[in-house]
T-cell receptor, first 115, second 114 residues
Framework: KAGVTQTPRYLIKTRGQQVTLSCSPI?????VSWYQQTPGQGLQFLFE???????NKGNFPGRFSGRQFSNSRSEMNVSTLELGDSALYLC??????????????FGSGTQLSVL | AQSVTQLGSHVSVSEGALVLLRCNYS??????LFWYVQYPNQGLQLLLK??????LVKGINGFEAEFKKSETSFHLTKPSAHMSDAAEYFC????????????FGKGTTLSVSS
């Protein structure tokens, strides 16, 4: 069974630009969550999508958004990039057919560098 | 707000020695507790989790953790370290009903020397 796939693996952008990251969950998983990982703040929850609906949201500005498609693939978008957005963005999928603490399966992440 | 504290950002052990990684959480209600491991250039992998029931939880790769409500702790142990255990370890909590919105500690890097 293929794991969680995130593309691209690396991205370099400049301040003010926008970026879109993609995540393909494990087949059959309907929940996709996104996390930001930085050396200073550690791992922080961004949001979770389930059946194309945002089910939960962390404490991030509106520049961070996401969506989920009918095949459960998800994208997250960051607009008006700032230097502080440089981070490893991790996607995690789970069965989570109800709000419960299902096991999360993480992808290898997208490393975003903002110059 | 709930928080997770991992004592020691870096732990070094010799191969064959006991591994002890410490994790304390703040919560008035016992949350769900997790340990994840991250190898270089990879995502996180679940080692073990505590939800309810037995307080000693066994995970993969010989790791185990004990939930101690009175100490609000969930320390991770392994009797004998192996070189392949070198990685970063994260303790996380999930308040009941929070779903996939885990609260992670800052992580502990484990180094294993021969």
């Amino acid at each position: 069974k293929a794991g969680v796939t995130q593309t691209p693996r690396y991205l370099i952008k400049t301040r003010g630009q926008q970026v879109t990251l993609s995540c393909s969950p494990i087949s059959g998983h309907r929940s996709v969550s996104w996390y930001q990982q930085t050396p200073g703040q550690g791992l922080q929850f961004l949001f979770e999508y389930f059946s194309e609906t945002q089910r939960n949201k962390g404490n991030f500005p509106g520049r961070f958004s996401g969506r989920q498609f009918s095949n459960s693939r998800s994208e997250m978008n960051v607009s008006t990039l700032e230097l502080g957005d440089s981070a490893l963005y991790l996607c995690a999928s789970s069965l989570a057919d109800r709000v419960t603490n299902e096991k999360l399966f993480f992808g290898s992440g997208t490393q975003l560098s903002v110059l | 707000a709930q928080s997770v504290t991992q004592l020691g950002s870096h732990v070094s052990v010799s191969e064959g020695a006991l591994v002890l990684l410490r994790c304390n959480y703040s919560s008035s209600v016992p949350p769900y507790l997790f340990w994840y491991v991250q190898y270089p250039n990879q995502g996180l992998q679940l080692l073990l989790k505590y939800t309810t029931g037995a307080t000693l939880v066994k995970g993969i790769n010989g790791f185990e953790a004990e939930f101690k409500k009175s100490e609000t702790s969930f320390h991770l142990t392994k009797p004998s370290a192996h070189m392949s255990d070198a990685a970063e370890y994260f303790c996380a909590v999930s308040p009941e009903g929070a779903g996939t919105a885990l609260i992670f500690g800052k992580g502990t890097t484990l180094s294993v020397s021969s």
